[in-house]
């Protein structure tokens, strides 16, 4: 059937305030209490008392909950449960990465489920859920998808849920000029991953491929100069923009092979999550290169971006060399081997690692469905390398 005859459905959810400045539209929701779930770096970057001042000028009461750890485990979100279900603030703000946000949704998730055990479905109210991203990034102030690992078994699982997409996103890049360079180069890194697989999976549409292509072109644009200058606003803002893009293109699309690789590899290896998207995110264009269909959509991403395909090489091949030089000028790694993971077990958990990597949601909207096989193969170029 052609696509024309199929219903489907684009949703755009959050509010969102963007700007220097932005932040202070937080006073104009007029709460009388919030919850801010948050981690520690805020506290010391000094980002927690931006907050909490716009929050005092406005005379309002708040609990802070600054237990998340980067890639959240279940153990945290259970205590942010309790600290719910104890303060019943009107308003939950999460401040931070994409670690902060995603710990924030698993909390409104399980918070929401224990109410349901003991009130009428229908009588239980979610807080108003507000996401201030500190990094460029997951995108996950527009997204109502969350990954939290299990704290026992180590594996990410994904949660997807309409009531996890926040009410409000506030992206203020002034809450991003502390990234240091190499955390702007790897959270960067997963905004390209997150616009790039949206614009080629199979759940890819006319309003997500608008969003990805954007989104690329930011990125093309301005995560060098973020890399070069941490105190560029400017690009910064165009980061943050791009981030939020990707997410509502890959919120609908999907994501694909490297966002499967990435979870597995950073569970095994704890590597912070944007760095293993783009360790992986090479070897998967090249793998995906095989498909006409996906092949076609390289180009066609190309060609949006104004770029032309190199002499003798292919869209998918174009794209490699162009991310393999962006990742060359940050110094990020190209392979596990290159980055400070000790891989000495890479032998002996291999065949755990295909499975697990098979086995991941984001998998299915791949463009190419791999055997297990191939599925091993490029792990081992994603471990040892091979640009
Ligand atoms: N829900 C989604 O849609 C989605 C998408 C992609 C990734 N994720 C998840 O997001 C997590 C990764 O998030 P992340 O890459 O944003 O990093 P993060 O939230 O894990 O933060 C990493 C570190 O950077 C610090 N940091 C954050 N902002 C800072 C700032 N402005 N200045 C200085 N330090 C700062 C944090 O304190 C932390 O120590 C992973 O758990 C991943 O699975 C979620
Ligand atoms: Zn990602």
């Not at 699309?253 to 590597?271: D, E, S, V, W």
């Not at 290169?289 to 991403?301: C, N, S, T």
Request: proline fraction near 4%.
């Amino acid at each position: 059937m052609s696509k024309m005859n199929t219903v489907r459905g684009f949703q755009v959810k959050p509010q969102i305030w963007y700007g220097i400045g932005s932040l202070k539209k937080l006073a104009d929701f007029h709460f009388n209490k919030v919850c801010i779930v948050t981690d520690e770096g805020m506290v010391k970057f000094g980002l927690l008392d931006m907050v909490t001042d716009v929050l005092d000028e406005a005379g309002v009461t708040y609990h802070i909950f600054d237990d998340v750890k980067p890639n959240p485990t279940s153990d945290i979100v259970e205590k942010g449960v309790a600290h719910m279900l104890t303060q019943r603030p009107q308003a939950l703000i999460a401040l931070g990465g994409g670690s902060s946000i995603d710990t924030a949704k698993g909390i409104i998730y399980y918070t929401n489920n224990f109410k349901q055990i003991f009130l009428d479905p229908q009588l239980v109210q979610n807080p108003h859920f507000i996401a201030i991203p500190t990094t460029a990034g997951t995108g996950s102030e527009v997204t109502d998808y969350a990954v939290i690992t299990d704290v026992d078994t180590g594996t990410k699982i994904p949660l997807s849920e309409s009531m996890m997409m926040p009410d409000t996103a506030i992206l203020d890049p002034t809450l991003i000029e502390s990234v240091p360079a190499g955390a702007t180069a790897a959270t960067g890194m997963d905004v390209l991953t997150h616009a790039i697989e949206a614009y080629v999976s199979t759940g890819n549409n006319p309003f997500s491929r608008c969003y990805s292509s954007k989104a690329t072109e930011l990125v093309c644009k301005s995560l060098k100069a973020c890399y070069d200058d941490g105190h560029d606003l400017e690009s910064k803002a165009s980061m943050q923009i791009a981030s939020t893009m990707a997410g509502i293109a890959f919120n609908s699309a999907g994501l694909g092979m490297a966002h499967a690789i990435a979870h597995t590899i950073g569970a095994q290896y704890h590597l912070p999550h944007g760095l293993a998207c783009a360790i992986a995110l090479p070897y998967v264009i090249a793998y995906n290169g095989i498909d006409e269909r996906a092949e076609y959509l390289y180009g066609r991403l190309l060609h949006a971006l104004g770029i032309h395909k190199d002499e003798g090489r292919t869209a998918s091949a174009t794209f490699v060399r162009m991310i393999v030089k962006l990742m060359k000028s940050m110094d990020l790694p190209l392979c596990l081997d290159e980055s400070r993971s000790d891989t000495s077990d890479y032998d002996e958990v291999r065949s755990t690692l295909i499975k697990k990597a098979m086995a991941d949601a984001t998998l299915k909207t791949n463009p190419v469905q791999p055997s297990e096989e191939d599925m091993g193969k490029i792990l081992d170029l994603v471990c040892h390398g091979v640009f």
